[in-house]
């Protein structure tokens, strides 16, 4: 079986939506994902993009992709966030998510960043181990903060 990465592109928004739901799922946290075809649409390709992606197109068939968007570090400079890489299930084990990983990697590469990160869960040893093969250090130390929409409305209105 032989798939190819490509720059994703608009029209590949449905497929990444699924993808992008299956990683929910996977995650255990299937209604989470709100986001929608348009919205992709219109944030990964309007005046000013606000993401790339790279999908992995195996049979005509979009089977995994990568999302990123660009960040900046007041200590590093210019550095990109993975937000989510993903290979559908019945694909795993083709070299898709490594072949995934690295075309980001070489994007950063090439742009010039000093650091590329991302999120990943404690329990995924998978992933973990893979990451760390690659020289990837895993951060112990941090810990991910959010806050979500209805609580950004809360604190500001706290302040009324």
Do not use: C
């Amino acid at each position: 079986m032989s798939f190819k990465i490509r720059q994703g592109k608009i029209t590949d928004m449905p497929s990444v939506l699924k993808l992008i739901q299956e990683l929910a799922s996977f995650e255990n946290e299937p209604d989470a994902v709100i986001v929608t075809v348009n919205d992709l649409e219109r944030d990964g390709f309007g005046n000013t993009p606000l993401f790339k992606t790279f999908v992995a197109e195996l049979d005509n068939e979009i089977v995994g992709m990568a999302l990123f968007y660009p960040r900046y570090s007041t200590w590093k400079g210019p550095t990109i966030h993975l937000e989510d890489l993903i290979v559908t299930k019945s694909k795993r084990g083709l070299n898709i998510g490594n072949a995934l990983y690295t075309k980001v990697i070489e994007y950063g590469y090439k742009k010039g960043v000093k650091r590329i990160e991302w999120v990943v869960l404690d329990w995924n040893t998978p992933a973990i181990e893979f990451y760390k093969k690659t020289g990837a250090i895993i951060l112990d130390d941090w810990n991910t903060a959010q806050i979500n929409e209805q609580a950004i409305k809360n604190y500001l209105e706290s302040f009324k």
